[in-house]
């Protein structure tokens, strides 16, 4: 039985003394509000020694322009469609899209077991910039809000049609992108897809209750703490979230109470812009490498939901990198997490710390300075 307090917890032994529980330690669960789930934290599987699957190092000599990239300026993609010369962000029609406009009806359900809905919506590439040898990181400020205001503008676009409008980057060949190309994508949907759809009954049972949004009240927990404050700057704080389960997850949220992305202003999308670089600096420190990781933008739904009372719902970005012991030793999610629940190898504390005591300074900086890693210490 587990008594819940302060930094230590006590650990009640009905065959013997008391102990005194240690979360880098003891394995432990964590209530995740956005899921209305537990994840199993289970810090000392850090020891254990590995003998199994290690990843290709990420590229890291990418050419700043491929003549048969067909993200690249000027080149000709699947659909012999020519991409223009464009000089920031370019925006585009998914030529492979999992969702079409127009996809007929599957009709009237025969059986409550095989049930089926009609999909409809639309896919676009967005490109961050006409460079292939730059990231988010990277990339000048200026640029970065660029990025942002694309963002924005698509979400208030799509979303007034479309109850659903998620925006996404897949970031390395771990991560399944196909095209080391700075790149997202936004996917709009006339359904509310399973995470958003659990998200949006967790924030709404929450409000009911507490008076004020999950997320808002848990920012406000976490920069008065600090142990699992990774970034943070007048408007904005990016944390190890308290229910993490991939090893250095991060969420990134708003200081004030922001529905969505579209209702961020002028000096919000520049403070974005700038823990933007600064937290995916630190992730290509850990590491000394380009990090891979999906992520995403959580805000309440848009189409026929803009015209109701959406006050439970923060605006929020989800950073999920499968990265756990070095640049080619993942986490993976197999065995008890498909088919018990998610489990993961060091505390959100640990990893917030870790993430935290990096430079501001990208490691290629360094090294185009000649100036010496500082890898080896950071390592677990």
């Known amino acids: 039985m587990f008594f819940w307090g302060g930094t230590k917890h006590t650990v009640v032994n009905m065959s013997g003394p008391e102990i005194h529980f240690d979360p880098k330690e003891h394995q432990h669960l964590r209530y995740n509000p956005l899921r209305d789930s537990w994840v199993l934290v289970s810090a000392h599987r850090m020891k254990r020694p590995w003998a199994g699957q290690v990843e290709k190092p990420p590229e890291e000599h990418i050419p700043r322009y491929d003549p048969h990239n067909p993200l690249c300026p000027g080149n000709t993609r699947a659909n012999l469609e020519v991409n223009p ?69 698509l979400a208030e676009q799509l979303g007034a049609t479309y109850p659903w409008v998620q925006i996404f980057e897949n970031k390395g060949a771990m991560m399944g992108c196909s095209n080391p190309h ?107 490498s380009s990090f891979p990781y999906s992520m995403g933008w959580h805000g309440a739904p848009t189409g026929p939901h803009l015209k109701e009372d959406n006050s439970h719902w923060q605006l929020h970005a989800h950073y999920y990198p499968p990265l756990l012991r070095s640049a080619t030793v993942r986490k993976f999610m197999v065995g008890y997490e498909m ?17 935290r005591n990096l430079p501001n300074e990208h490691y290629k900086s360094r090294q185009e300075q000649g100036e010496d890693s500082f890898l080896a210490p950071l390592h677990l």
């Not at 089926?116 to 730059?134: L, N, T």
């Not at 088919?339 to 190898?345: P, S």
Request: glycine fraction near 2%.
């Open 339 to 355: 088919l018990a629940q998610e489990q993961r190898d060091l505390t959100p504390e640990q990893a917030a710390e870790k993430l």
């Open 85 to 153: 010369d464009y000089k920031d962000t370019f925006v585009f029609e998914n030529d492979f899209p999992a969702l079409q406009p127009n996809a007929p009806d599957p009709g009237p359900d025969q059986h409550p077991l095989f049930q089926s809905k009609a999909a409809r919506g639309v896919c676009k590439v967005m490109c961050f910039h006409p460079w292939s040898d730059v990231t988010l990181p990277l990339m000048k400020k200026e640029e970065v809000v660029k990025v942002i205001d694309k963002w924005a503008e």
């Open 182 to 288: 700075p790149h997202c994508q936004v996917w709009a949907s006339n359904f509310l897809p399973n995470e958003p759809a659990l998200s949006d009954r967790c924030q709404r049972a929450f409000y009911e209750k507490h008076k004020e949004p999950l997320l808002l009240q848990y920012a406000k927990q976490e920069t008065e703490k600090k142990e699992r404050l990774v970034v943070m700057n007048a408007d904005w704080l990016a944390v190890v979230p308290y229910w993490a389960t991939w090893p250095y997850q991060l969420l990134l949220l708003p200081r004030r109470h922001v529905l969505r992305i579209s209702d961020l202003t002028t000096e919000e999308r520049g403070s974005l812009a700038d823990i933007m670089k600064q937290l995916l600096t630190k992730y290509d420190n850990l590491f000394e």
